[in-house]
């Protein structure tokens, strides 16, 4: 049975063409989808009553809820999602004073293998699909408070480029949920071919993770540096420059002891040089089974210094949820029971 929600509005059309319905509908249709919170046919009180039947009969709206919701003292929230096919994945809603921001899925687990974070550690269950995407904004209660989106949860956005995309030009279209593309991020490890099909036509704000500018240092903490270089990345970037009001950054893990001296600092400011962007440090997120640590005070200190006087803008991200397994990098997508 076809789900609505992750459909385009042609696609929506045609649908609706199948049952004798007609354009207008499909854009009625698409409006009640992607900016309220329809979950039944029968509520969509703008189109024929025949043909809300007989869409209820031939389709379903493709909306369902977390099965389990983690509270932090610092009021962030994880949600943590099932769907049809059994996948599992987590959602992350935290609300500031400045803004409310949600990181969402792109995949269940991850095939990238990162050795500092956990979702590459408990491998891949396969690639989320736009539905699964856009549902975790839409079912969330949190919904109309969200005025930030981040791609930054579990999972490789580039390595699911197409369902990405689509869930993305959803939420930005004036006839989906109308959400500003300079207010949605993808975080990427920097994949070249889907990177060189984002480069051609940027639907949002893109970040990479840098973590370490030093390519067989890098090769330790990412194997994709063996198959996907930083420096072509940067390459890239640097020949299809991202628009205003579009930014790039780039992340960088901070892990105590391995990627924060001095020289790294250096050689990071050699790689972005004359790249408009800025870098966002994450200080790392502890969890079990790895010898990692995260970086002292003044490590982290004596490293931003020497980042900001060669030159590289800088902020660091301090990480919402620790305490329910909620930060960058923690996600496993296991429930409690
Ligand atoms: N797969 C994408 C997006 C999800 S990860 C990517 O890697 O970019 C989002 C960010 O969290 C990445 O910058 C990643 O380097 C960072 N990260 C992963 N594990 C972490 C940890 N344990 N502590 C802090 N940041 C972490
Ligand atoms: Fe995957 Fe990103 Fe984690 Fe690497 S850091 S394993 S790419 S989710």
Redesign the pocket.
């Known amino acids: 049975m076809v789900c609505l929600i992750g459909k385009s509005l042609n696609e929506i059309s045609k649908i609706v063409l199948n049952q004798s319905g007609h354009a207008d509908h499909a854009l009625e249709i698409a409006k009640w989808l992607y900016r309220k919170e329809t979950s039944t046919f029968e509520e969509i009180i703008t189109i024929p009553l025949i043909l809300r039947k007989a869409l209820d009969i031939n389709s379903c709206i493709g909306k369902y809820n977390p099965i389990q919701v983690h509270e932090s003292a610092d009021e962030t929230r994880k949600y943590l999602f099932e769907n049809y096919q059994s996948q599992r994945f987590e959602t992350v809603y935290m609300p500031s004073a400045k803004r409310n921001t949600l990181c969402i899925s ?1 995949q269940s687990g ?1 095939r ?1 293998g ?1 050795r ?5 550690k408990i491998g891949f269950n396969g690639n989320l699909s736009a539905n699964d995407i856009l549902n975790q904004y839409l079912s969330i209660p949190e919904r109309s408070k969200i005025n930030r989106i981040v ?7 580039f390595d699911n480029l197409n369902e990405v995309k689509k869930a993305v030009e959803i939420l930005t279209a004036d006839w989906g949920a109308s959400f500003g593309a300079s207010n949605i991020t993808i ?3 920097g994949l070249h071919e889907p990177l060189k099909l984002f480069l051609e036509n940027p639907f949002c704000n893109l ?3 840098l ?1 370490n500018p030093i390519s067989h240092e890098r090769k330790e903490l ?1 194997p994709i540096e063996k198959s996907n270089p930083i420096a072509e990345t940067v390459n890239l970037l640097r020949k299809h420059p991202i628009k205003k009001p579009l930014r790039l950054s780039f ?4 892990l105590g002891g391995i990627n924060i001296t001095e020289r790294h600092a250096i050689a990071v400011s050699a790689l972005l040089k004359g790249l408009k962007c800025h870098l ?1 440090i ?6 079990e089974g790895t010898s ?1 640590k995260s970086p002292s005070e003044i490590e982290l200190n004596a490293f931003i210094n020497c980042l900001n006087k060669n030159g590289v803008l800088t902020a660091v991200r301090q ?1 919402r949820g620790e305490d329910i397994g909620a ?4 996600m496993a997508g296991v429930s409690d029971e």
């Open positions: 792109t991850c990238m990162c500092f974070c956990l979702t590459g791609l930054m949860g579990m999972g490789e956005p975080s990427t490890v970040a990479i993770s973590n990412m992340e960088y893990v901070a966002n994450i200080p790392w997120n502890s969890h990692f990480s930060a960058c990098g923690q």
